[in-house]
């Protein structure tokens, strides 16, 4: 699917809410994206099915009548950066995107006639020549001004019309706009920005082919000259840089505006289209993946503009939540309102009660916008679909989506760190934690995680508090081939850590990077599915005056990175939160070994008698042995161990209330 974007004639897109407390960022830097992420979701795709009034797809090159201009900084002619054409028989074809030093992997654009052809403006391969480090070493360095602008387009006798085309663009600092002209290019008395470094994010990236439509009724409906002109703006900047990294276009159309449509979009207050809004308490962390006994409420907002030229009236944002059965088990709509054409109802309006998870499942969370004519029936009603996971003992702020990488290369080579918020319902057992890899880590660094409560941090001081766990670990090829280290994250009591509600209730799970001086680095994975509030992820940056940061300016580089705790697996709250005195008197007359075990492991019984239940359970929660026995005081009981494979986990042995856990090594 594709995703819709749109806006409001001569209205750039405001800054994206990155949240006002608490917030403490650096400038953006420039970031090389790894090849296997897939940046933006893909949302569904409307293409317009009304009359087309003039098209181009490029399929014979960039046509005669068209201009091709480039200029610097200054606006000063500049004959190198300009456009490219991109088609079967020119070198590159068009089986290459952007040929830049930072790029994303270098894709061409997924349009409908890529296949024909399609145009570029390659700002980063312009200011480097394709080669990292090389920073202004091009053929046309940095900022730079591309404008690519059509011939003559007669519109008479069409007073309802729309743009759309298909577009590939990503942003470090820039501006992606396209003026329009009803003089044949003598004036240009409107521009649509389509996208900038706010409303993307630094380093943002569309989804590729996003199909782009804007209602030009109220300037180009019935004009008999009208031009287009699109513009690459690298003029915008910071003391990193400016310009990049590409815009690509394809399938460009002037056709009538439907009547009934709605659209979801990005608010003009940065408010993203569609939000997720988790718990009572404003600023709450989101959740892609939470547990069952971890689940809160959740409530719905979108954004929805009237696309079409006639008034909708009842329009309504409704949300469907599907099992993973594909049954609708829960329908929320938000209040109805009339809109009139070119009006957008937002999330002030356009907002739902909330909805509990009361089972594990893989839910489709499917926004909606509808109206008295936009039904199902008169015009289709655009739907959005995302995932929500709840497991019984995986939490993570991530969406199980890859859009980038971050680590050692953004922050700095040794001693850098990333650090997610875990905020609980109930009191919690932390068994571990998923470090998911990008595959530009390289195996011989070193990471350690550590575990701290919240209380009393501050960017500069840090944690003021002693780690609550400690895991070191080297990362091995197996580790970046399997894109995941799974840390231990046994307390200094022996028991996996004990996270109360009491207080703030929120923990941080703190990941330090050492890449060796850059020879090993270590990058994790992010998600930039929903924008959290600024305190759910952090960064302490080691480039320059060592402390912590929210992140950077106007970015999504670093919002939900994969780091996944492992919870306790129980059904319920109390099965493995509180270490009570009877476990602890327990613990003192069992003795377990060897340990680390192979095939089997002894439970040698000081004062105990009677019926025991054992149990084994691996960090994801799966009971592996459960059997019952006998226990007699001064007498050993070898449990089998030859169905698990090498690995830590949770040995426990229960005699009525008294539960004792270990943790247990098989080699």
């Not at 930072?102 to 409908?112: E, K, V």
Request: hydrophobic content about 35%; charged content about 15%; aromatic content about 10%.
């Amino acid at each position: 699917m594709k995703k819709i974007t749109l806006s409001l004639l001569g209205l750039a897109i405001g800054v994206t809410a990155f949240g006002q407390e608490n917030v403490n960022q650096l400038p953006a830097q420039l970031s090389k994206l790894d090849k296997d992420a897939v940046v933006k979701k893909q949302l569904q795709s409307t293409a317009t099915t009304e009359a087309v009034i003039w098209s181009e797809d490029f399929a014979n090159g960039i046509p005669a009548t068209w201009s091709n201009q480039g200029f610097d900084g200054n606006l000063n002619p500049l004959a190198t950066a300009v456009w490219e054409y991109r088609g079967t028989s020119t070198t590159p074809d068009n089986t290459q995107g952007t040929r830049g030093a930072y790029g994303a992997a270098n894709d061409p654009i997924l349009s409908t006639t890529a296949s024909n052809g399609f145009v570029i403006f390659d700002s980063d391969f312009l200011d480097n020549g394709g080669i990292q480090g090389n920073e202004g070493g091009g053929t046309a360095p940095a900022p730079h001004v591309g404008t690519l602008t059509t011939g003559s387009i007669d519109l008479s006798g069409h007073p309802y019309v729309m743009l759309e085309l298909q577009s590939y663009a990503r942003v470090f600092y820039a501006n992606f706009q396209i003026a329009l002209s009803i003089d044949g290019g003598t004036t240009w008395t409107d521009t649509i920005t389509s996208y900038t470094d706010a409303s993307l994010g630094v380093n943002g990236q569309s989804p590729n082919a996003d199909r782009l439509q804007y209602n030009l009724s109220s300037l180009l409906g019935n004009q008999s000259n009208v031009k287009l002109r699109f513009i690459f703006d690298g003029r915008p900047g910071n003391a990193n840089g400016n310009s990049y990294y590409f815009w690509i276009l394809d399938d460009i159309v002037i056709a009538d505006l439907p009547r009934h449509s709605l659209r979801f979009v990005d608010n003009n207050d940065g408010a993203p289209a569609h939000d997720m809004i988790y718990g009572t308490t404003p600023g709450g962390s989101k959740y892609g993946i939470m547990t069952l006994k971890q689940a809160r409420a959740v409530s719905f907002d979108s954004n929805i503009l009237n696309f079409g030229w006639d008034t909708q009236t009842n329009v309504q944002l409704e949300m469907r939540i599907l099992d993973g059965g594909q049954n609708v088990i829960q329908t929320l709509n938000s209040s109805s309102v009339s809109l009139n054409a070119g009006d957008t109802a937002d999330y002030n309006v356009m907002n739902t009660s909330s909805w509990t998870p009361t089972a594990e499942d893989n839910y489709q969370i499917v926004y909606i916008a509808k109206s008295d004519s936009v039904n199902g029936t008169v015009a289709p009603m655009p739907m959005d679909t995302f995932r929500l996971y709840v497991t019984d003992s995986l939490m993570s702020l991530d969406f199980n989506s890859f859009d980038n990488r971050f680590g050692t290369d953004n922050i700095g080579p040794d001693g850098s760190a990333l650090a997610v918020r875990m905020e609980l319902e109930q009191d919690e057992r932390l068994f571990g934690a998923d470090i998911w890899l990008s595959a530009s880590t390289v195996a011989g660094g070193v990471i350690e995680v550590t575990v701290y409560d919240s209380t009393g941090f501050d960017f500069t001081n840090g944690f003021p508090s002693s780690p609550l766990a400690y895991y070191q670990h080297t990362v091995t090829a197996t580790d970046v081939a399997n894109r995941v280290i799974r840390a231990d994250l046994t307390g200094t009591d022996g028991y996996p850590v004990f996270l109360s509600t009491a207080n703030t209730g929120a923990y941080y799970i703190v990941v330090t990077m050492f890449s060796n001086a850059d020879a090993n680095p270590i990058n994790i994975r992010n998600d930039q599915s929903f924008p959290e509030p600024p305190t759910s992820a952090l960064m302490y940056y080691t480039l320059s005056s060592p402390r912590w940061y929210t992140g950077f300016q106007n970015s999504l580089d670093l919002n939900a990175p994969h780091i996944r705790a492992v919870l306790c697996p129980a059904a319920t709250a109390t099965a493995c939160m509180t270490i009570s005195i009877d476990e602890q008197d327990l613990n003192n007359e069992i003795s377990v070994y060897p340990n680390p075990a192979t095939d089997y492991v002894n439970l040698e019984f000081g004062d105990v008698n009677g019926s025991v239940d054992i149990r084994v359970v691996d960090l994801n929660g799966r009971v592996i042995v459960q059997q019952s026995e006998t226990a007699i005081a001064g007498t050993s009981l070898p449990v089998s161990l030859v169905d698990l494979t090498p690995g830590v986990y949770v040995l426990s042995v229960q005699k009525g209330d008294a539960v004792s856990t270990f943790k247990l090594t098989v080699q």
